[in-house]
């Protein structure tokens, strides 16, 4: 009997265990799901990009194309604000310290990869406080002349240079900056003696230039590109891996003999490191809808950008690479750290 009755109390004790366990696993699942109902939806206000350059340059110019058609396809306004200055040290921190629920993004470029090796001190760090959501664009770097120049090709100002240490002067934008680098990396690449001459923006270097200050400017090719057009600049060459698309005909510095001349300018969209992957992802999908989108794409060729859709990881991947390239520059060059 007594064994009977442990046995029946052994099987009442392990029922009453089922049942809890129902219980339990309902309740979980009800609030997991009331967890998963209650979260707001992505996104549920105006979205900011935070651009560190002023508004009509290629960057800004860039993301107002993009923005306008991830705004029609998020449901939400996308509002560009400008912080220029600082090397973008401050638009970057804005953005490092922002809550990261992917409504505040950092346009990041060149000058973000090059910060990390030329700047003594971040109040962040480029890797570790962001996380890459996608590029956007790349665009070219040139090698320019005035259209009466001596040089008709990068051969023959190279023969000069030889022939003449330290007389070739470059002229480019501020030191530090894309183009500053790009010069200084020619420089190493070509063996050649010679003053990178840098002036406070694209108009300034191009006074120069034409009024002969300078005898050859590193500078973006889309800002220049009706000068060249209009033949009052010449193209000797440009830095990136094939031939500009809006200049076909003028050769890279690679295909004159510059082998290890490569460099491209490029932006891409940043949130806080702690974003939630989902919304990484997100946000990845609608700038590749709208890089992918005739319209956007056109309008970013016809100011010669070149659309990069891709994943945030390509992305990350990506600045990497780039702030080991631009550091190993700065070391060579000897640019001492600001």
Known sequence: MSSRLTRLQASAMNRRRFLLGLGGS???AQVAAQGAAGAPAFPNKALRIVVPFGAGGVADLTVRTVSRRMAETLGQPVVVDNRPG?????????????EPDGHTLLLISNGTAVSAG?????PYDPIRDF????????FDIALIVPVDSRFANLNQLLQWARENPGRLNIGSIN?????????????????IQAQVVPFNGTPAVMTALRGGQVDVAVEILGPVLPQLRGKALRALAVTSERRAAALPEVPTAQE???KGLLASSWNG???????????????????VTALQTPAVRQQLLDMNLDPHPGSPVQAQEWLQHEIRAWGQVIERAGIPKQ
């Open 131 to 138: 996380k890459s959501v996608g590029l956007l664009a790349t």
């Open 86 to 98: 600082a090397g973008g040290v401050v638009a970057a921190d804005l953005v490092a310290k922002a």
């Open 118 to 122: 030329l700047m003594k001190q971040l």
């Open 175 to 191: 030191i530090g900056s894309t183009q500053h680098l790009t010069a200084e990396w020619f420089k190493l690449v070509a063996g």
């Open 269 to 287: 969209l940043a949130v806080p490191a702690r974003t939630p992957a989902p919304v990484i992802e997100r946000l990845n999908r609608e700038i």
């Open 26 to 28: 309902a309740l979980t």
């Open 256 to 258: 004159q003999g510059l």
